[in-house]
C-alpha cells in the first residue's frame, strides 16, 4: 500500500529537479512524507515514517555547510558577524524559499487537513522539508553530496544579505565613527519615494553637517538608511570585510 501511494514516476522526476539520485528511496520517501500524512496513515493501520527526524538532522548539517562557507569566504570577520550571518542564510524564511524553487510543495505527501494550496505553501512546511531533504542526501550520500545540493543556495543567499547589507548596523558603526568626532551632527533626510503602496522603494541620504556623504535606496526607509550609512562609510574609510566578496 505504502509503494503505491508513492509511486516511481515521482521520484524520479523530483531527483532530476534537485539533481541528486538516491540510492536508498525511502529515505527520499520519509524526507517529503509531513506528519499529517503519517498520522493519517496510521490512523489506518499502516506505518509511515515522518520527515521529521530528518529534519532535526538536517538543520545541523545546513548550518555546518553554511559555517563552513562563509567561514572560509571572509577570514577577517569575528564570531559575532559570522553567526549573523549564517543565521539569516538558514532562517526559516530563507529555507522555505529554497523548498519553493524546488517545488518542494507539490511533492509532499500530506494529511487530508493540509493538502490544499495552504497547506503546501506553509512556511514552516516548506522549511521544514528542505531539511528534511537535506538530510536524507547527507544520510544517502555523505556530507559531500549535501554540500553539493545546499551550497548554491547558501552561496546566493549569503552574497545577496551582504550586498543589501542586512547583516550589518552600518547605522550603528557610523553613528560610533561620528561620535568620536566632536560637535559632528549626522542625521538621515528621506529624498524620494517611488512605486506602488505594496512595493515602494524610499530614497535617503545621510547628511553630516548638512553635507551629503551617503545615499541608499531600499524597500523600507530603514533599510535605505542602512544603505545611506554603508556608502558613508567609505568616506571614513571604514574596512568593510563583507564587501565585494565572490562565491569560490
Not at 48 to 74: K, M, Q, W
Not at 99 to 104: D, P, S
Not at 214 to 225: C, M, N
Request: hydrophobic letters at 35%.
Amino acid at each position: 500500500m505504502y509503494n503505491n501511494i508513492f509511486p516511481d514516476e515521482r521520484f524520479s522526476l523530483f531527483e532530476e529537479r534537485i539533481g541528486y539520485l538516491f540510492k536508498n528511496k525511502k529515505l527520499l520517501r520519509a524526507a517529503l512524507t509531513h506528519s499529517s500524512f503519517a498520522n493519517e496513515m496510521k490512523s489506518r493501520g499502516v506505518t509511515v515514517p515522518c520527515n521529521e527526524r530528518l529534519e532535526f538532522l538536517g538543520d545541523s548539517v545546513i548550518s555546518l555547510i553554511t559555517a563552513h562557507y562563509i567561514f572560509d569566504l571572509y577570514p577577517k570577520e569575528n564570531e559575532g558577524d559570522l553567526t549573523k550571518l549564517r543565521s539569516l542564510a538558514v532562517r526559516d524564511i530563507a529555507l522555505s524559499e529554497y523548498a519553493r524553487e524546488l517545488g518542494m510543495g507539490e511533492c509532499l505527501m500530506l494529511g487530508r487537513g493540509e493538502d490544499n494550496p495552504e497547506g503546501r505553501g506553509r512556511r514552516s512546511t516548506l522549511e521544514n522539508a528542505f531539511e528534511a531533504l537535506t538530510g536524507a542526501i547527507y544520510l544517502d550520500g555523505g556530507l559531500e553530496a549535501a554540500t553539493a545540493f545546499v551550497r548554491p543556495f547558501i552561496e546566493r543567499k549569503v552574497h545577496s544579505t551582504v550586498a543589501s547589507g542586512e547583516n550589518r548596523d552600518y547605522k550603528t558603526i557610523l553613528q560610533q565613527i561620528v561620535q568620536m568626532e566632536q560637535g559632528e551632527r549626522l542625521e538621515y533626510v528621506l529624498v524620494g519615494e517611488s512605486g506602488p503602496d505594496h512595493c515602494k522603494q524610499f530614497e535617503v541620504e545621510a547628511h553630516l553637517n548638512h553635507n551629503v556623504i551617503g545615499r541608499g535606496v531600499g524597500p523600507r526607509k530603514i533599510a535605505a538608511e542602512q544603505m545611506a550609512a554603508k556608502e558613508a562609510l567609505g568616506y571614513f574609510g571604514y574596512p568593510d570585510c563583507f564587501r565585494d566578496k565572490k562565491a569560490k
